[in-house]
């Protein structure tokens, strides 16, 4: 699993922080940060919910 | 009270729609029998506009995420949710009520206090209040109401404290909330009650400015406002939207929420029981799903012409989207009508959806999060001091949620 995040498009939620903090953070100011951009297998369902999750549609999954 | 259900999918039904007297947590029959048409239907509102109506999950949460609907109360075609708020929206309009760019641009000014770390600093100082409050409510008298000895306390002690706006001064900004939050409120009530806000508001502003402390509003009197990219108008309208929004909407869901539970003994039991983060982060999810609080539609309209769900929402046309029957969605809840702690609920629209989703929901979260595992647990005993048949809902409220909750223990 490959991540992506579109950082304009964020509105700072924070669900994806709530769900994988191993995979996401926040800036200053609320802004979401991608610590890992290919997290190990025990993630994907976090990262795969926080996408479903995502308001603004930030965070993009691709299969690697 | 009784109602008319419809299965004519043009006919104009008034929205919103009565609620059955037989259990005040569920939305309206005829609300949720239109929620079994694949297509999208026309409501009447109160000043006889006939905006689409939008009840199924997939579809709240498609169109609330469209980049062609918007948000800006300013366009003709926008289904106002009473008098009171078309009469006062040009001089109340902030970031929720405007589209990207701009929209976007004003948001992001104040979203730093609700980053998820900023929380976690905050919880301590939130669990301070709410066990102060419970001390002085068992050391009280009883039966007393808990809308005034606790949901709208917590709420408003830390909304004060994140803004540094005077606690002292919470009569003054009540009064005037509620009158905002009504739909029978009077147009010109409103906008005298918007004016009062806005005018303390900008006088507590040109105070930060001055002397700033360690506050949200002294951040954007001396970032925003000294700079130039705010005027000091529409940092007073923010703050008002932040201060309305963070008072109403928490404390209805802990009255509410606390009703609730205790109609589902067995739920209130998991609560009380648990003794880990997760379980209370999901019970909180949970109660969101089920309450919903926002009951009177989100409201949008369309900027071209949309084709969506077997219809052609036309440019002007206005939206109403009803989060209480997305949240009740039998395709995405299972049982959704069981108020059940142990589910899944991330997936609600409490919040809304889209680019104008709940700005304070993370503090939302982790004050309900303090609140639901602390005041159960302290009060084992908690029971309703009246028959559920005597309350009064706010069937005529933005936000929906009991006026008084008297309770013993
Ligand atoms: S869930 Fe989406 S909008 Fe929310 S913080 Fe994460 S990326 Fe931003």
Do not use: S
């Given at each position: 699993m490959h991540v992506e995040v579109d950082q304009p498009k964020c509105v700072a939620s924070g669900q994806c922080v709530l769900l994988a903090p191993d995979v996401f953070d926040q800036d200053d100011d609320g802004i979401v940060e991608l610590l890992d951009a290919d997290p190990s297998p025990e993630h994907h369902d976090d990262v795969r919910e926080s996408a479903a999750v995502c308001p603004a549609a930030a965070i993009r999954l691709a299969p690697r | 009270m009784t109602e008319t259900v419809s299965h004519a999918p043009d006919d104009l039904t008034e929205f919103p729609m009565p609620r059955a007297a037989r259990c005040p947590f569920d939305p309206p029959e005829a609300l949720r029998a239109r929620q079994t048409e694949a297509t999208l239907s026309r409501v009447r509102i109160w000043d006889g506009s006939t905006p689409w109506l939008v009840t199924r999950h997939d579809q709240v949460r498609a169109l609330l995420a469209d980049p062609r609907v918007s948000s800006d109360v300013t366009r003709s075609g926008f289904p106002h949710i009473s008098p009171g708020s078309k009469a006062g929206s040009e001089v109340r309009r902030s970031f929720i009520?405007?589209?990207d760019p701009e929209h976007s641009r004003m948001r992001r000014m104040v979203t730093a206090p609700f980053a998820i770390r900023k929380m976690q600093a905050l919880r301590p100082e939130v669990q301070r209040i709410a066990d102060d409050l419970i001390d002085d409510l068992l050391a009280g008298p009883k039966p007393v109401d808990l809308v005034q000895a606790f949901a709208l306390p917590v709420p408003s002690l830390v909304i004060c404290a994140l803004l540094g706006v005077p606690y002292a001064d919470h009569g003054l900004f009540q009064r005037h909330t509620k009158v905002l939050v009504r739909r029978s409120s009077a147009p010109e009530d409103v906008s005298a009650a918007s004016a009062a806000l806005t005018d303390y508001l900008d006088a507590l502003l040109a105070e930060k400015q001055a002397h700033p402390e360690e506050d949200l509003l002294s951040d954007i009197a001396t970032r925003q406002v000294a700079t130039g990219q705010l005027t000091r108008?529409?940092?007073?309208?923010?703050?008002?939207?932040?201060?309305?929004?963070?008072?109403?909407?928490?404390a209805n869901m802990i009255a509410l929420g606390t009703l609730a539970l205790l109609r589902n003994p067995d739920q209130l039991d998991v609560l009380r029981a648990a003794d880990d983060p997760k379980t209370v982060a999901a019970a909180v999810e949970e109660l969101l799903r089920y309450l919903s609080i926002v009951h009177s539609g989100r409201r949008r309209v369309a900027l071209e012409d949309i084709t969506y769900a077997g219809v052609t929402i036309k440019a002007g046309d206005g939206i109403v989207?009803?989060?209480?029957?997305?949240?009740?969605?039998?395709?995405?809840?299972?049982?959704?009508d069981r108020l059940?702690?142990?589910?899944?609920?991330r997936r609600h629209v409490a919040f809304g959806f889209g680019v104008h989703q709940c700005l304070g929901q993370p503090l939302a979260r982790m004050e309900l999060q303090v609140v639901y595992s602390t005041l159960y647990r302290r009060v084992p005993t908690l029971a309703l001091a009246t028959d559920i048949e005597r309350l009064e809902f706010k069937h005529d409220g933005a936000i929906f949620g009991v006026y008084e909750l008297p309770v013993t223990w």
């Open positions: - | 009520n405007m589209d108008q529409q940092a007073a309208r923010m703050g008002v939207l932040l201060l309305a929004a963070g008072h109403e909407t928490t989207l009803a989060g209480e029957t997305a949240n009740r969605d039998p395709e995405v809840f299972p049982d959704p059940d702690l142990g589910r899944d609920a």
